[in-house]
């Protein structure tokens, strides 16, 4: 089972930063996927970014532009950097780690950290 530790999320005013943090206990896959998805009450949860341990990137269309993922593989860890935050991201953000080339609501080989809630309001 892969354990997860999630940071940084919190209350923040329109257009200022926050910066995420999800580390896993291990990586068992050779090409592997780490990413964000958030959610929020009464809708379906959705992709915020995501990242192969190669460095492919993929975005949801909403931040694309203000949010940024990256990693280190060597420590296990996925970082997202987000920026002029609006306040229609306020969600639970929900870290994902994944085999490589498969979706996000495959029942294998898929996990899912505990969330972290972001709130941006003024």
């Known amino acids: 089972q892969v354990q997860f530790v999630e940071s940084g999320g919190g209350l923040v005013r329109p257009g200022e930063s926050l910066r995420l943090s999800c580390i896993v206990s291990?990586?068992?896959?050779?090409?592997?996927?780490m990413g964000w998805y958030r959610e929020v009450p009464g809708k379906q949860r959705e992709l915020v970014a995501d990242?192969?341990?190669?460095?492919?990137?993929n975005y949801g269309d909403s931040v694309n532009g203000r949010f940024s993922i990256s990693r280190d593989n060597a420590k296990n860890t996925a970082y997202l950097q987000m920026s002029n935050l609006k306040p229609e991201d306020t969600a639970v953000y929900y870290c994902?780690?994944?085999?490589?080339?498969?979706?996000?609501?495959?029942?294998?080989?898929?996990?899912w950290g505990q969330g972290t809630q972001v709130t941006v309001s003024s």
């Open positions: 994902n780690y994944r085999r490589g080339g498969t979706s996000y609501l495959s029942w294998t080989d898929n996990y």
């Open positions: 291990k990586r068992d896959f050779s090409l592997d996927i």
């Open positions: 990242m192969t341990n190669g460095g492919t990137t």
